[in-house]
């Protein structure tokens, strides 16, 4: 257990439709990144926040969006979906924005339908 | 941008044997490269990293080795497990840099 959490586990969804996905880094953490895992496309890297701040930001699609609140949690924002959004969604953590090793959570199963 | 090849895309062993997977990168820049395993239903694990001013690290059974001028990377699992079957991924990241690139992974089976 990384100590990194993510709900939900699994989401089904619609063609259109929006939903959220939550993390919540491990204690003590400050940075959050989250990434988009799909069979194709293996890893890819979304977005970063650190202490609430976006800090860095990868192959976001502009449907997309992310926030980190003050008490560190932090929620991706994924809209107008489409059948090719279906894929696992990890949420990762790390001390601060200086430090290497990243966290992973269990992971978010996103099926578009 | 970054761009990490990861070869190869799967690899089966006998327990016991040795199995090597390598990456390249394209970024003189990047100077952190990790390695993960993920299980099957997990989110990826640290397993080990290497950083640029270091040209092999070993943690019991795995080993990374690095070569700058090359722009390659090593990893070195001894002594194979069935536990060892997993998706290994490689990624390389630049100092201060948020952004990771990983490469495709490789499934790693270990046949007992």
């Known amino acids: 257990d990384s100590g990194v959490t993510q709900t939900p586990k699994h989401l089904i969804t619609a063609t259109g439709q929006r939903v959220t996905l939550r993390c919540s880094p491990r204690s003590g953490d400050l940075s959050v990144y989250w990434y988009q895992q799909s069979l194709d496309q293996g890893l890819q890297f979304l977005i970063q926040?650190?202490?609430?701040?976006?800090?860095a930001k990868g192959n976001i699609l502009e449907r997309f969006s992310a926030q980190q609140f003050p008490d560190l949690h932090s929620e991706l924002n994924l809209s107008s979906l489409e059948l090719g959004d279906s894929a696992l969604y990890f949420c990762?953590?790390?001390?601060?924005?200086?430090?290497?090793?990243?966290?992973f959570g269990p992971g978010t199963r996103l099926t578009v339908l | 941008g970054e761009n990490v090849e990861q070869h190869p895309s799967t690899l089966s062993v006998q327990e016991g044997d040795s199995a090597v997977i390598k990456c390249t990168y394209s970024?003189?820049?990047?100077?952190?490269f990790p390695w993960y395993k993920q299980e099957l239903g997990k989110g990826p694990q640290l397993i080990i990293d290497?950083?640029?001013?270091?040209g092999e690290k070993k943690d019991q059974r795995i080993a990374v080795t690095l070569n700058k001028t090359a722009k390659h990377f090593s990893l070195h699992i001894t002594e194979t497990q069935p536990e060892d079957s997993a998706v290994y991924f490689c990624?390389?990241?630049?100092?201060?840099?948020?952004?990771?690139?990983f490469g495709d992974g490789t499934t790693l089976t270990v046949k007992p």
């Open positions: 990624a390389a990241r630049g100092y201060l840099e948020g952004k990771s690139t």
């Open positions: 990762a953590s790390s001390s601060d924005v200086l430090v290497d090793e990243q966290f």
């Open positions: 926040y650190y202490n609430g701040e976006e800090r």
């Open positions: 970024d003189s820049a990047s100077n952190y």
């Open positions: 290497i950083r640029s001013n270091v």
